[in-house]
């Protein structure tokens, strides 16, 4: 049956898509370590990336983590005092697992791109031979080569634009403005590049096209749809808030036994059994973190494959046209 132009599907699309996530639980693994290169809820990747260049007031050690910056910074230091040779051999380490990291990062990001076009088609679950016949070396690098262009781009806007915000005098009235307007301008900017992104990755890694023409197709459906895809963006993070919220709420159900536990060994004296409720409930935390980041990184990009699939096949028009029109209409 035809889909009416003015029908929406954003509630089937997102329904089919946490149902595909759920049933595809073989890919949360490679979900959770393709999110450090995208999570596909572009609003939330573009608050993250502006936080620095937006706040002029945020140290930058202390956005990357704080004690985690203060620790490889003293680290840093004693090998450096150690000598020439531990400072090229710690150097080359790093690296290497850097570029290790990196590489599974892309490799998993690959695996989850074409495993979702397939998910998408089929409801039984990808064995390990369907998920190996995904990695192919031209895919990996066109996916690699996307995820530089667009990193690269987002931090010179988002980056440039923050340090002409901190050079504003934003005590005097007109240099709060520019800076309002310069904030928002460079928050849209990263919005599209962000939409542009996914919707390339998708282009390079579902339909085996080259980066160009991923680039040119992402742009395209971009321009003819860029309020549904604003929409869509707008959903994913409202959902994703809604699942970080359901995923607080389920840490804070799973810690109170755990605390309660320690709580008895604290009582008792229990020395070994604190050890062990602590080792089991930081065990149980992480556990459930990786599920909930690999079920929601999974869920984005099934939304976002959906959305090509839906735009590629029918008429689509944006809830905000079609609200509006009617509006109008009724007048």
Request: hydrophobic share 55%; net charge positive.
């Amino acid at each position: 049956m035809k889909r009416a132009p003015n029908e929406s599907v954003y509630r089937p699309m997102l329904w089919r898509a946490l149902t595909t996530a759920w049933a595809h639980k073989e890919l949360w693994a490679f979900a959770l370590l393709a999110g450090f290169a995208s999570t596909g809820v572009v609003v939330n990747d573009v608050i993250q990336q502006a936080q620095i260049a937006l706040r002029p007031e945020m140290n930058i050690t202390s956005a990357f983590g704080g004690n985690v910056f203060a620790f490889f910074q003293n680290y840093a230091s004693l090998v450096i005092a150690s000598g020439t040779t531990n400072v090229v051999w710690a150097t080359l380490g790093i690296l290497a697992v850097i570029l290790s990291f990196g590489f599974v990062v892309v490799l998993c990001q690959q695996i989850l791109l074409v495993a979702m076009h397939r998910a998408v088609h089929r409801k039984k679950r990808l064995t390990s031979r369907d998920l190996l016949r995904t990695l192919h070396h031209h895919h990996f690098l066109r996916i690699l080569g996307v995820d530089l262009l667009f990193h690269v781009a987002i931090f010179i806007v988002l980056g440039g634009g923050g340090l002409l915000i901190r050079e504003l005098p934003l005590s005097v009235p007109a240099g709060g403005a520019t800076a309002l307007l310069l904030a928002a301008a460079t928050l849209f900017v990263g919005f599209v590049l962000n939409v542009v992104a996914m919707l390339t990755l998708i282009a390079v890694g579902q339909e085996n096209v080259s980066i160009v023409r991923g680039l040119q197709e992402g742009v395209q459906r971009l321009l003819r749809h860029p309020l549904v895809a604003c929409e869509v963006a707008l959903l994913l993070f409202a959902t994703n808030l809604v699942m970080t919220v359901t995923y607080l709420f389920g840490l804070t159900v799973l810690g109170i036994p755990i605390g309660l536990l320690f709580a008895e060994t604290l009582v008792i004296g229990s020395y070994s059994g604190m050890i062990a409720v602590t080792v089991i409930g930081m065990i149980l935390a992480v556990l459930f973190t990786l599920f909930a980041a690999g079920i929601m990184t999974t869920f984005t990009y099934a939304c976002w494959t959906l959305l090509v699939e839906y735009l590629d096949r029918a008429p689509f028009i944006a809830r905000v046209h079609h609200y509006t029109r009617k509006v109008l209409t009724r007048r």
